[in-house]
């Protein structure tokens, strides 16, 4: 089977950093990417992780460990647009079945 | 052209109705999906296209009938659905088979359908 888990909610101060966990269990896997969804909004493509590590894009960073079924995104300078979904996304083996978790709502307070 | 376009951004239907979404990318990419999204919930995957064929139904209901028409053009048509089908419907694609490339999908802003 399959299970993607993240937190439902986070709040943080415009300005400041914030870490997403996303733990996964899945057969096969063959990638994992993070994306944005503002409300009413199409998901937006963050990053993206195959190997173990830390892979750094701007004010965003997303690191994986495939032994622990971890990753995190890291949202640096926080600024009142990154209020937002973020979805933790993984992506199995044979390369098209991207299965996505329920999802972070951050809210960026001033 | 970076964009996935999708028609109509809204649509509303009665159960008895035929209707069809509409989806398309000019970016050379072979890969091309459906998701449906309820509120508040994640993008679950409904079909995959590859090549213009038919490579992953999860399962899905006939009264979603999806066609790829050629490699630019995803359509899902709807027939006899019930009011829990309302939902946004995302149509997505990415590139196949580049070792370089990441494989992120790239979506359309979606279709919501109201079933009444």
């Known amino acids: 089977g399959q299970n993607i888990d993240q937190p439902t909610e986070m709040t943080a101060t415009e300005g400041a950093i914030v870490q997403i966990n996303c733990t996964y269990q899945?057969?096969?896997?063959?990638?994992l990417f993070w994306y944005q969804q503002h409300a009413g909004e199409a998901p937006t493509f963050l990053s993206y992780?195959?190997?173990?590590g830390l892979e750094e894009k701007g004010r965003f960073s997303s690191f994986l460990s495939r032994s622990k079924g971890y990753s995190y995104l890291l949202l640096k300078e926080l600024q009142m647009k990154d209020s937002a979904s973020y979805l933790c996304a993984v992506r199995k083996t044979g390369g098209f079945k991207t299965i996505f978790g329920a999802g972070t709502r951050l809210f960026v307070k001033a | 052209d970076t964009e996935v376009t999708q028609t109509p951004k809204h649509l509303v239907m009665g159960m008895t109705n035929k209707k069809s979404l509409k989806c398309e990318q000019h970016m050379g990419h072979r890969a091309m999906y459906w998701y449906k999204q309820k509120a508040k919930k994640p993008p679950e995957l409904m079909f995959v296209y590859s090549y213009e064929k038919l490579s992953i139904n999860e399962s899905v209901p006939s009264r979603f009938s999806p066609e790829c028409p050629n490699s630019s053009l995803l359509n899902l048509h709807l027939h006899a659905l019930q009011p829990e089908d309302s939902a946004l419907y995302l149509c997505?694609?990415?590139?196949?088979?580049?070792?370089?490339?990441?494989?992120?999908?790239?979506f359309g802003e979606g279709s919501r359908l109201t079933v009444l």
């Open positions: 992780n195959v190997l173990d």
């Open positions: 997505a694609s990415s590139q196949v088979g580049l070792a370089e490339n990441t494989g992120e999908l790239f």
């Open positions: 899945t057969s096969g896997f063959n990638g």
